[in-house]
């Protein structure tokens, strides 16, 4: 068995903010090679923390199937408050884009993967404004995609402590407390943060994948996915056995290799 060789790296700033960083993973390539896709990669970690350095392996893997990763840091809730984080996803995006000769990327194939926080923020690519202008697909583990459902889900009396955190994050990521004397701009933010919202046609088609025991649970993607498929687009909700969480997903053998599967199908080349 042959180790194959590290794909080149860089670490590159998007932003003035510290967080404001991607880390870059591609295989040189010949002067007439044909441009290569690219999968960007967002981090979770409740949105308060996490960093992307944790899909390092990941992402060298991606380069052995012939893409281009990309793993991207974002701003932190409380610090930076909703929606700062989309709005870094987005510009991570667009740094991507806008330099992508430099690593041979075709900026026209471009699909997001997320895992937990950063899944949430993947499908928030993948929905907002129309979803395809940005990226061509999403792959989502574990995506909190309606944050005031987490909330509500975390005040059960049978929440788990996991689901118990969730909650505390999602004030942290709003800056306020949902109820029935909340301010109409946190109703507004909480509304925004659901992706299932911006939900339209021309948005990107989404693979969304959670453990029977997860603690985001499957509802968390059903409701979305409904909403896509009810605007013409597809959207696939897959159900793992098991309590992991996350990148927990990729211990699943036929988690990868799935994973893979779908980006190709999604990134060929030519038109959607």
């Not at 899909?55 to 701003?75: C, H, I, M, P, S």
């Not at 959670?210 to 059903?222: A, R, Y």
């Amino acid at each position: 068995m042959v180790t194959p060789d590290l794909p080149r790296s860089r670490t590159y700033a998007y932003g003035e903010d510290r967080r404001q960083k991607i880390d870059a993973y591609w295989r040189e390539t010949g002067p007439r090679a044909t441009p290569r896709p690219a999968v960007l990669v967002l981090h979770g970690g409740y949105w308060l923390q996490g960093d992307k350095s944790g899909w390092k392996y990941f992402a060298r893997r991606l380069t052995e199937e012939g893409f281009v990763a990309v793993t991207a840091n974002y701003r932190l809730a409380p610090k930076a408050q909703w929606p700062a984080q989309r709005d870094d996803a987005m510009s991570a995006l667009a740094f991507v884009r806008k330099h992508a000769r430099q690593w041979n990327v075709d900026p026209q194939r471009i699909a997001v993967v997320g895992a937990s926080s950063g899944g949430h923020l993947a499908t928030q690519l993948g929905t907002f404004g129309t979803g395809t202008a940005q990226v061509r697909g999403v792959v989502a583990l574990s995506p909190p995609n309606n944050p005031y459902l987490a909330y509500q889900d975390g005040g059960k009396p049978d929440a788990t402590p996991s689901q118990q955190t969730l909650r505390q994050a999602v004030t942290s990521l709003v800056n306020c407390v949902p109820g029935a004397a909340t301010d109409k701009d946190c109703w507004t933010r909480l509304k925004d943060a659901n992706s299932s919202t911006h939900a339209s046609a021309g948005d990107a088609p989404m693979l969304l994948m959670h453990t029977t025991g997860d603690f985001v649970p499957l509802t968390q993607s059903t409701g979305l996915a409904g909403a896509l498929r009810a605007a013409g687009v597809p959207a696939e909700v897959k159900k793992i056995e098991g309590d992991r969480h996350a990148s927990g997903l990729l211990a699943d053998e036929h988690t990868y290799p799935g994973i893979v599967t779908w980006l190709k199908n999604r990134l060929k080349p030519g038109p959607e």
